[in-house]
């Protein structure tokens, strides 16, 4: 069986702008979700970790998955279906949970 090879010279310069636009944003994402880790070792509040986990989940897993499934479906030609319904589907289904994160990291209580 032979894997599809993809010539990066057949593929659109403003896919390299987005690549480069979505890994700042996870970069981004990367060092806020550590800034609020930190907050959570410093004060070892729960609210803490949920939220750096929910922050998580919204900025740097989010559109690390869709980049994934982006580079796979380019990999193996898969149907447009895997970019208009699975990858946003993903992707926002691990939104939901990280919102959830946060929303219940605010409902949480402080014992200090």
Do not use: E
């Amino acid at each position: 069986m032979q894997s599809a090879q993809v010539n990066p010279s057949a593929i659109p310069p403003y896919h390299f702008v987005l690549l480069a636009v979505t890994l700042l944003a996870v970069g981004m994402g990367v060092f806020i979700v550590y800034q609020a880790y930190q907050g959570y070792r410093r004060s070892n509040r729960r609210q803490m970790l949920f939220l750096a986990a929910g922050l998580a989940l919204i900025t740097v897993v989010s559109p690390i998955a869709s980049l994934i499934l982006s580079i796979v479906g380019l990999q193996f030609s898969l149907d447009l279906i895997v970019y208009t319904f699975y990858s946003p589907f993903v992707s926002n289904s691990i939104k939901i949970i990280g919102i959830g994160c946060i929303i219940y990291s605010l409902s949480l209580r402080s014992h200090s």
